[in-house]
């Protein structure tokens, strides 16, 4: 029998997930198998091993590869040779990001560098608009590709691209093909059993292309009105009556036992296990300072945060981040705990038993269901198509039955990207809206990811003040629309500045002396692994930094660090600094100015310029125009003086039009097509002369 192994490298869970979906249908399908992390593979010496392998692998930060992954992609590159090895590799990316798909092509290279031979064309998926789009299809394509590999039959050649309209959607590398006889897709058909057609209630569709089920066309009349038939997490008019595919039900990985007379008391976070990017040590700091960087009627309030070092060794340089241990809101996890019936046994110590391989890694020794729900699982990010698929097995009314199987079905794809990934519907949410469903607490814990740690990037110079550390951020908010149940705050945001609010919000001294003990309040956090988003070491280097809103944090740092060494040194020459800034309202967002405005007027700050996009003057809206606006000497300090250009801030929109806009003014300064000044960025990427920290 031919082995096969299911291999994931993943920061957030995300790889993961669709490795276990992925064995669970071959579970189903009676196939053995083994499921490894990249990072367990790597210790086990898996790799002269494997013969027959499925990879599904993500990328972290600027295209890096995920923590875990790191040592088995040496184990690939240093390898003599891995031509005994056939794969499957299916990536996931997020094209907000300049090097989409970094690590996964790099790895796919790797592989085929060393004689290892694909037997089913690689997928590309991008969470900008869905994974799901590229990663159903893929799954469903793999089985017969399997199935031929198995069998030993000769791998086909060649890949077929998608028509250009359908690239944003993601890509995979050809059309799936029909089931052979051998393996079974692994998904059930299920046909609505209110409609018929004259074959006895059954209503049967031909098998879909690729083309069809990443399109993004689902409506079926255009004469219906197009407020009445928009599809809702409710209904949706346009797979009402169509027959589905949907995903295996999930096997039952474990089950909970309670330790009937004992109680949970207190969760320590140190006690959490695999930290992402770590450098270091977890270690409690306390707040020193918190102040609010904007007015009350801002758009978003801004608030900067300073914590004691408390005699930590905590190296960090302008340009590095922490990570920030926080846990979920206490009434969104009591609500939970209560839909589904558990509450009176919440604070009970629990006993998870079941395969050691089978319970997720994150879970600690000692918990309770309190515990677990507040500090190690996500709850906030959109509920798995595996979470649905168990849920309408459980539910009672059959429209929510129906409903939460087209949301979780292939052809519900791009209604679930968008009525449930984009609305950012969490686990509550789903809940709340389809009430008749109450699946057991095991099958709801062994789909939720790991609550990750949230990233924030510091603003403090450590020459300029060694004995503290500040970071900003901005308070999400999320009203109640678009499906979510309730209003609510980011998870980080609306902790922190909850703990924070009494140091921040206007209150006199003797009021915030009078309700803070300011030893009281304390911060998990740890250093970040350092990225090349730092100061060049020359000098006299040249710098050139674009940060609108909380996205200027990094460059105060920068600033600083510079004010500072040319202190130590007044003598030694010092390259230009250029800020562009943005915010929305001049009087309401533009976070540090008079800082700002000191370190431009001594000259630490060569050129400081602004945007704002919701002013009504007539001056540039945006951090782009601005760039547009000073395009020949911006290209000159860049490509003739050797500028480092960093960009800080939002990946979705601001980095993106950045990366474009700069591409523009390049190509009309020095005279090179659209593509040529794109090669010209790539190549101040890979010289490190292009430098993003940027979030979505």
């Known amino acids: 029998m031919c082995e096969i192994f299911i291999i994931y490298g993943s920061q957030t869970g995300q790889s993961q997930g669709v490795c276990e979906e992925i064995s669970s249908l071959m579970q189903n399908q009676k196939l053995y198998h083994n499921l490894y992390s990249m990072e367990e593979a790597a210790k086990k010496d898996l790799i002269n091993q494997m013969k027959t392998v499925i990879f599904v692998t ?23 040779s891995l031509s005994h090895i056939r794969f499957a590799l299916l990536g996931l990316g997020d094209s907000n990001y300049t090097t989409f798909l970094g690590f996964p092509k790099d790895f796919k290279k790797a592989l085929e560098d060393k004689g290892a031979k694909s037997f089913y064309a690689s997928g590309w998926a991008d969470d900008a608009v869905g994974l799901e789009t590229v990663v159903d299809p893929w799954i469903e394509g793999l089985w017969p590709a399997l199935d031929r590999h198995l069998k030993g039959e000769e791998e086909e050649e060649g890949t077929i691209e998608l028509p250009e309209d359908m690239k944003p959607f993601g890509v995979i590398d050809e059309e799936p093909q029909k089931p052979i006889e051998g393996i079974e897709k692994g998904v ?12 006895g209630g059954k209503q049967f569709e031909k098998e879909k292309s690729f083309e069809e089920l990443v399109s993004t066309d689902g409506h079926k009349d255009e004469k219906h009105n197009e407020q009445a038939s928009r599809p809702t997490i409710y209904i949706s008019r ?27 008391v207190q969760f320590d976070a140190k006690s959490l296990k695999q930290l992402p990017s770590a450098a270091g040590p977890l270690v409690n700091l306390p707040v020193n300072k918190a102040r609010m960087l904007t007015t009350f009627d801002a758009d978003k309030i801004a608030i900067e945060v300073t914590l004691d070092k408390n005699g930590n060794d905590l190296p960090c340089e302008p340009g590095d981040s922490i990570g920030i241990v926080c846990p979920n809101d206490p009434s969104e996890v009591a609500h939970i705990l209560r839909r589904l019936e558990v509450e009176n046994v919440s604070n009970k110590i629990l006993q998870i038993c079941g395969e050691a391989r089978d319970i997720p890694s994150h879970f600690p020794e000692r918990a309770s269901l309190t515990s677990l729900l507040s500090y190690h699982c996500d709850i906030r ?3 798995k198509k595996a979470l649905l698929r168990i849920m309408a097995e459980y539910a009672q009314n059959e429209d929510e039955k129906r409903r939460l199987l087209e949301l979780s079905s292939v052809e519900g794809a791009v209604e679930y990207t968008k009525l449930i990934k984009e609305a950012n519907i969490s686990l509550l949410d789903i809940l709340e809206t389809f009430k008749s469903s109450l699946p057991p607490i095991e099958k709801v814990l062994q789909q939720l990811p790991k609550m990750l740690p949230r990233a924030y990037s510091i603003v403090t110079s450590k020459l300029k003040d060694p004995d503290h550390l500040a ?143 919701k002013e009504p003057s007539t001056g540039p809206r945006y951090v782009q125009d601005i760039l547009r606006l000073y395009k020949r000497p911006l290209v000159t300090l860049l490509l003739d003086r050797g500028a480092v250009f960093y960009v800080c801030g939002d990946a979705k929109g601001m980095a993106k039009d950045v990366f474009e806009t700069l591409a523009d003014v390049i190509a009309e300064v020095k005279g090179l097509d659209m593509q040529d000044a794109r090669a010209t960025i790539a190549k101040l990427q890979l010289e490190k002369r292009y430098l993003q920290d940027v979030w979505s």
């Open 58 to 80: 993500s990328s972290t930060g600027d295209g890096d590869a995920p923590d875990n992954a790191v040592e088995f992609y040496k184990q690939v590159r240093d390898a003599a």
């Open 188 to 199: 059930q058909i299920v046909e609505d059993p209110k409609l018929t057609n004259g074959t």
């Open 238 to 264: 346009d797979l009402s009556g169509r027959t589905l595919k949907i995903p295996a039900l999930p096997r039952e990985k474990f089950h909970i036992e309670f330790l009937e007379n004992d109680i949970f």
């Open 381 to 383: 990010s959109s509920p």
């Open 471 to 613: 970071f900003v951020f901005k308070i999400v908010e999320f009203p109640a629309t678009d499906g979510r149940t309730r209003e609510r705050k980011g998870v980080a945001t609306g902790w922190i500045s909850q703990l924070t609010s009494p140091l921040w919000k206007r209150a006199s001294v003797e009021e915030q002396l009078g309700n803070l003990n300011l030893e009281s309040i304390q911060l998990p956090i740890y250093q970040r692994t350092s990225t090349a988003f730092r100061l060049p070491q020359q000098l006299d280097t040249p710098i050139i930094m674009v940060g609108p809103g909380s996205g200027v944090a990094p460059f105060l740092g920068f600033l600083h660090q510079r004010e500072e060494l040319i202190k130590a040194n007044p003598s030694q020459i010092v390259g230009a600094s250029w800020l562009f800034f943005g915010c929305r309202h001049e009087n309401k967002d533009y976070l540090y100015r008079s800082e700002l405005e000191r370190l431009h007027g001594s000259g630490i700050l060569t050129r400081f310029y602004q945007a704002f996009s």
